[in-house]
């Protein structure tokens, strides 16, 4: 069973900077896909970023495109999701996934932005809170 864990959250100026980091206790390759969600207050969730691992294969909601890079980081095995030009909208708790299965990489992929999805992964992290005040 692996469970990853976030860590870089914080409390940023808008149009600041963070970068999460996910780590996984094996190796993050062996994923068919990766992603990042969030959920902010009083909202529903959200994936924000998504790839696959194999052909390095990236989508982002539209609300991050231009703003966030995920990425993995070879050295610490860990998945990466660099935040810039933070908005107060990006409030929110940051969850890191991981997932083998096909059909449910590619619903993750196809739903990327949408609200209230019910897509199960089969790994998840704890979470890290990103607070953004304008």
């Not at 610490?76 to 990489?105: F, G, I, P, W």
Request: a negative charge; proline letters at 4%; one cysteine or more.
């Amino acid at each position: 069973q692996v469970q990853p864990v976030e860590s870089g959250g914080g409390s940023v100026q808008a149009g600041g900077s963070l970068r999460l980091s996910c780590e996984f206790p094996d190796n993050v390759y062996s994923h068919r896909c990766v992603g990042w969600y969030r959920l902010p207050p009083g909202k529903e969730r959200e994936g924000v970023a998504f790839m696959y691992t194999a052909g390095a294969e990236i989508y982002y909601a539209d609300p991050v495109k231009g703003r966030f890079t995920i990425s993995q980081d070879n050295v610490n095995n860990a998945l990466v999701l660099q935040m810039n030009r933070l908005k107060n909208e990006d409030t929110a708790m940051y969850y890191c996934m991981a997932e083998e299965d096909r059909s449910t990489c590619m619903e993750a992929r196809d739903t990327l932005g949408l609200p209230s999805t019910q897509i199960r992964f089969r790994y998840w992290g704890q979470g890290t809170q990103v607070t953004v005040s304008s």
